[in-house]
């Protein structure tokens, strides 16, 4: 498991190297909406979401459909193999669901990390004054909130930040209340609110690289799987 970037937000980067090229696309794009294979040191090819791992790498759109296409016309490892400027190199057959779980499993500590600093409100009622006073920056779902709920909030949210002239960022997570609450330590989290405007740019930046990788006939990710909830759940959370 990889560690967390630090809390704090990182300068802006100005550097000429702050793009890197898309070995899949051949394009140049900013390293935010890339992810970055590195080579260990017995030649296997792994996910490297923090973009520290030393040794050679390449790095891939967050696009999972790209990715799978490359994959299924047995592009990926010539393409790996060019950047690497190698061919003593093992790509798993699996790379693809490594990332995508990888990038679940980030986003959960990030969400973590974000509560324990104190930027994160939970439960509806408090979602709800929080949006009417102005204090929340972004506002997430878990993937099995009931809509009514949702929807509700999210129209608040959509009224307030029309109210503020900001727009209000508000979006269902790809895993459920169960993966949700383990990652939170807490119980049946459902609506997440963030009302620290850095920390909601770290989360989106995360949430982004996975709604870019996920699949949606895959089922909900995360800690836990899907789990079935009634429709008269309780979703104070």
């Known amino acids: ?64 459909a790209l990715f799978d296409t490359v994959v299924a016309r047995k592009r990926l490892h010539g393409a790996l193999a060019r950047a690497l ?26 969400l973590g990390l974000e509560n324990r600093a104190g930027n994160l409100i939970f439960g509806a009622d408090r979602v709800r004054e929080a949006l009417a006073k102005g204090k929340v920056a972004m506002l997430l779902h878990a993937a099995d909130a009931r809509p009514d709920g949702a929807d509700r909030l999210d129209g608040m949210a959509r009224a307030v930040g029309e109210s503020l002239d900001a727009a209000i960022p508000h979006q269902r997570l790809p895993f459920d209340r169960a993966a949700l609450s383990a990652a939170l330590g807490r119980d049946n989290v459902v609506h997440v609110a963030i009302t620290d ?7 989106l930046a995360d949430l982004e690289k996975l709604a870019g990788f996920h699949r949606p006939d895959a089922g909900i990710t995360g800690q836990a799987g899907a789990t079935e909830v009634a429709p008269n759940a309780d979703e104070r959370h």
């Open 1 to 64: 498991m990889e560690p967390n970037d630090r809390l704090t937000p990182a300068a802006p980067d100005t550097r000429k190297d702050s793009q890197r090229r898309c070995l899949l696309m051949g394009d140049a794009m900013p390293r935010a909406g890339l992810i970055r294979l590195a080579l260990a040191p017995d030649g296997g090819i792994v996910p490297d979401l923090s973009g520290k791992l030393p040794g050679r790498g390449g790095w891939i759109s967050a696009d999972r």
């Open 85 to 110: 400027k190698t061919n003593a190199i093992r790509v798993p057959d699996d790379l693809g669901d490594m990332i995508e779980s990888g990038l679940s499993q980030r986003l959960l500590q990030r």
């Open 197 to 203: 405007a850095a920390a909601a740019g770290r989360v």
